[in-house]
């Protein structure tokens, strides 16, 4: 059980708990999402299981985007920075949040990573690499502009149906680790894209392969049409 929201055991945080929890939450995404605006900053949170492929297509993003892309990450796991080496790697600026016992990012832990990473204040970009879990991450705001969910191929076409508010929350799907659907007979596109259908009030999803590069041209181009241009480079805003 997570012990920051504990989810599910409503015998130990009565849902009055939760609710402090969740408004408490919901000033510091406030104040995270003005701080976005006024630097003209978007940022995506990017949601999905363990293995769902979130780190890899990252690293095509950087790799589509090219070495003047400005652009940084806050990656969210319980333990170790392997996903923030990963990315530093791939050219991005990284910083790792590594959240011990919670099963997801909430919107104090984003705030205490930008003043770690002082750069965010220049990027088109912050990716928000979520803790792997289809549960947890899609209650908590950050201040985010979008929230994108990774869905591998491998994971089963009824995963949408099982967790419905994830998706029910979601921008935009991407469907990763297209290039194993060879290895897998039994795996229908258009099932999961039926489900999605059912769930998301506008549902979209594009098919991508971090390993082949398949569809991150797609993507990239989504993310172009959240950019808000700068109307100056001498903006003028209060400190963090």
């Not at 920075?81 to 990963?86: C, I, P």
Request: glycine share 8%; with cysteine; net charge negative.
């Amino acid at each position: 059980m997570c012990q920051a929201c504990g989810c599910g055991d409503t015998n130990i945080v009565p849902v009055s708990l939760n609710e402090r929890i969740l408004a408490a939450n919901d000033r510091a995404a406030r104040h995270n999402r003005e701080h976005f605006r006024d630097r003209h900053v978007s940022a995506i949170n990017l949601m999905g299981s363990p293995g769902a492929g979130k780190t890899a297509v990252l690293e095509a993003t950087a790799r589509m985007l090219g070495p003047g892309a400005r652009v940084g990450v806050l990656a969210g796991d319980l333990a170790t920075d392997n996903d923030a080496q990963r990315i530093r790697a791939a050219g991005m600026v990284a910083e790792s949040i590594t959240t011990g016992t919670a099963c997801h990012l909430d919107a104090d832990m984003i705030h205490k990573g930008l003043h770690r990473m002082p750069e965010w204040r220049t990027f088109d970009y912050l990716f928000i690499e979520n803790v792997g879990n289809l549960v947890c991450p899609a209650v908590y705001d950050l201040g985010q502009d979008v929230n994108v969910v990774a869905l591998s191929v491998t994971e089963g076409e009824d995963k949408p149906l099982k967790y419905p508010t994830m998706f029910q929350k979601a921008d935009l799907v991407l469907l990763t680790k297209i290039d194993l659907l060879p290895h897998l007979p039994d795996v229908r596109i258009e099932t999961i894209r039926e489900n999605l259908s059912i769930v998301m009030p506008a549902p979209r999803m594009f098919s991508v392969s971090a390993r082949t590069g398949e569809g991150i041209d797609r993507w990239v181009h989504w993310l172009e049409g959240l950019r808000v241009p700068r109307a100056s480079e001498h903006v003028i805003v209060g400190a963090l």
